[in-house]
């Protein structure tokens, strides 16, 4: 065979290689949301905008990391207050271990505040009833919270006591089954982490692509230049 012929040959077999590469490569390789890095734009100056009420934050039973069960609103209405839902089993680095990134760099940046550090609270509220119980908050907020920082780690009694808390804040979760109906401690969720002011009115709601701390920070002053917040 011509050395030219051959040469082509190798570059087409060359080509196809490395095609197949970058294609185990992408499907592999994980993009991580913009939360984890520097934001990439300059965000608008804090007061140089609104946030509009999104609607009423709901309420509902809850219980804290010493199994005190109270209402939800107890945790808002006297702060301003930034809540996720979670669970603390989630495989997802996109999904719950995001919002508690970006939650723990709050307290940073909160605690770096002496205007905002006691006038912010922040929730971090489970949706897995079964898996995460008071004890298992306790032990996961150990890897996040600050001694003494306002930072709450909540979860449920059972089912029946989420599910209005997901509907009132339209938290999408659906649990995952094993073969003998068993719950296979893993789901399907979608990110949302809620600002929430003084007047227990949502005013942002974030999402996996816009949750980061400077946008969060933002908003917090932002807020905190209204009348009565």
């Known amino acids: 065979m011509n050395p030219i ?3 082509l040959r190798w570059l087409a077999i060359g080509a196809v290689l490395l095609c197949a590469s970058l294609k185990v490569w ?4 994980q993009v991580l949301a913009p939360g984890y890095g520097p934001l990439k734009f300059e965000p608008p100056a804090a007061g140089s905008y609104q946030l509009p009420p999104l ?3 709901a309420d509902g039973a809850v ?3 010493n199994g005190e069960s109270f209402p939800l609103h107890d945790l808002t209405g006297d702060k301003l207050v930034v809540m996720g839902f979670i669970y603390t089993h989630c495989p997802d680095v996109n999904g719950c271990p995001l919002a508690s990134y ?4 709050l307290q940073l940046r909160l605690l770096a505040s002496t205007d905002l550090k006691d006038r912010v609270r922040l929730i971090s509220l489970s949706f897995d009833p079964i898996q ?3 004890a298992a908050m306790r032990d996961y907020s150990m890897h996040f919270r ?3 920082f306002d930072w709450e780690f909540l ?10 808390i997901l509907e009132g804040y339209g938290q999408y979760r659906k649990m995952f089954y094993n073969e003998d109906g068993d719950y296979a401690g893993t789901m399907s969720h979608i990110l949302r982490v809620y600002l929430i002011d003084r007047d227990r009115r949502i005013r942002n709601i974030y999402s996996a692509g816009f949750l980061h701390v400077d946008t969060v920070m933002n908003d917090l002053r932002t807020l905190q230049m209204e009348p009565n917040q």
């Open 102 to 105: 970006v939650m723990k760099q």
């Open 146 to 148: 600050r001694q003494g």
């Open 55 to 57: 609607g009423s934050a």
């Open 155 to 164: 979860t449920t009694k059972n089912e029946n006591e989420l599910q209005p």
């Open 26 to 29: 992408s499907e592999t390789t």
């Open 5 to 7: 012929h051959w040469s």
């Open 132 to 134: 995460d119980t008071a």
């Open 63 to 65: 219980i804290d990391m």
